[in-house]
C-alpha cells in the first residue's frame, strides 16, 4: 500500500524514488505557489467578472463559459510570469535547476457535472498520465487555487500503483492528438466525442482523496491511477498542474514500472530546462522511430538523446 507523506525532509532524489515506487508527498504553500494561485486567480476573477468563478453555472451558459476559457487558459498557460514561478518553486523544494525540465503549467476547471464537464473543461474519467504519452520518470505537482471539497476534488486508486488495467490506451498517439484532437477542445461543450485511453475493465472502487488547502501542492508520479471526481458540489473547483521530468532519470532510464501503458508518441519535446528554458538536449535530432509508424512519430529516444544529455 503506498505511503503519504507531509513535507518530508527528504532530498530530491530521494524523493523522485518514493514517488516513483507509489507514494504521495503533500507539501505545504510557499511563497511561488501562492504567487502561482494569485495569479491564476486574477486572471481568472478578471475573465469571468463580475461573477464568482465558482458560481459560473448560476449566471452562464455551458457555451458561455467554454468561450472564455478557450482563451484564458492559453492565456495563462503562455503567461510569462508562469515560466519565473515553477523555477522558483523547484528552488523551493531544492531541486537542481540545472537538472530538472518541466512543462507550461495548466489551469483545470471541474465544473457541476450537470453544467460542463467535457471539451476545454473535461472531467477525466480514471486514467495514468503514462497512458497518454508521459515518459514513466514524470512526476505531477497539481495545486488547487480555491478550497478543496471531498466531492469536488481528485481521486486516487491506490490498489493500482503496483496491479495492471486493461485499458486500451495503444489507440493514443501524442502527435496524432496535437494535430487532431487538442484544438477543438472548445467545440466539444456537451458531450466529447474524442477518443482517449480508458480502463477496459472494471475498477476497485476504493478511492482517497487528498485536500491540500489552496497553494499546498500534491506531488505524484505520471504513472499514478487517477480521476476527476464527479463534482456534486455547487461550486466549480480550480487548480493548476505541471509535469517535471529530471534529466538523471532520463538518462539511467528511472522511473515508475510500466505496468500496462501501451501508447505512442512523446511529450518529452514539451520540457523546459528550470535554469534557462532550454528544451531537452537531443530533441531535434537523435531519435529513432518505430516501424509500424509513419516517419512523424516519435515514438522513442535513441542514444543521441542520452549521450547528449550524458554531458550536457
Known amino acids: 500500500m503506498p ?17 516513483y515506487a507509489g507514494d504521495i508527498i503533500i507539501l505545504s504553500a510557499t511563497p511561488g505557489t501562492r504567487a502561482l494561485v494569485s495569479l491564476a486567480k486574477e486572471m481568472l476573477e478578471n475573465a469571468f467578472a463580475p461573477h464568482d468563478p465558482r ?8 457555451e458561455q463559459v467554454a468561450a472564455v476559457l478557450s482563451k484564458l487558459k492559453p492565456s495563462f498557460i503562455h503567461h510569462p510570469e508562469c515560466k519565473k514561478l515553477i523555477p522558483m518553486i523547484m528552488k523551493e523544494n531544492d531541486v537542481s535547476l540545472d537538472r530538472i525540465y518541466f512543462d507550461v503549467p495548466r489551469l483545470r476547471s471541474a ?24 515518459p514513466m520518470c514524470q512526476i505531477n505537482w497539481w495545486i488547487p487555487i480555491y478550497q ?17 488495467v486493461e485499458n486500451n490506451s495503444e489507440i493514443y ?3 496524432e492528438w496535437n494535430a487532431k484532437s487538442r484544438g477543438s477542445a472548445a467545440q466539444h461543450v456537451k458531450h466529447d466525442t474524442r477518443e482517449q485511453p480508458k480502463p477496459q475493465q472494471e475498477l476497485d472502487p476504493l478511492t482517497i482523496r487528498y485536500l491540500p488547502p489552496p497553494g499546498g501542492v500534491l506531488v505524484f508520479s505520471g504513472a499514478q491511477l487517477h480521476e476527476t471526481v464527479p463534482n456534486t458540489t455547487d461550486l466549480a473547483r480550480y487548480s493548476i498542474d505541471f509535469r517535471t521530468v529530471h534529466i538523471d532519470d532520463v538518462v539511467a532510464g528511472r522511473g515508475a514500472p510500466n505496468l500496462d501503458s501501451r501508447c505512442t508518441g512523446t511529450t518529452m519535446r514539451d520540457y523546459l530546462r528550470g535554469s534557462d528554458l532550454q528544451h531537452l538536449p537531443g530533441m531535434s535530432s537523435g531519435f529513432c522511430y518505430d516501424a509500424s ?3 512523424d512519430k516519435v515514438l522513442y529516444f535513441g542514444s543521441g538523446l542520452l549521450g547528449k544529455a550524458a554531458t550536457d
Open 3 to 19: 505511503s503519504v507523506y507531509f513535507d518530508p525532509e527528504l532530498g530530491d532524489e530521494e524523493r523522485r524514488q518514493r514517488l
Open 55 to 62: 458560481a459560473l453555472h448560476k449566471h452562464m451558459t455551458p
Open 111 to 134: 465544473y457541476p457535472s450537470h453544467f460542463l464537464s467535457s471539451g476545454i473543461a473535461y472531467a477525466f474519467h480514471p486514467h495514468r498520465d503514462t497512458w497518454y504519452s508521459a
Open 148 to 164: 478543496l471539497d471531498p466531492n469536488n476534488a481528485m481521486a486516487f486508486y491506490p490498489r493500482y500503483s503496483a496491479e495492471p
Open 173 to 175: 498517439n501524442y502527435d
Open 293 to 295: 509508424a509513419s516517419a
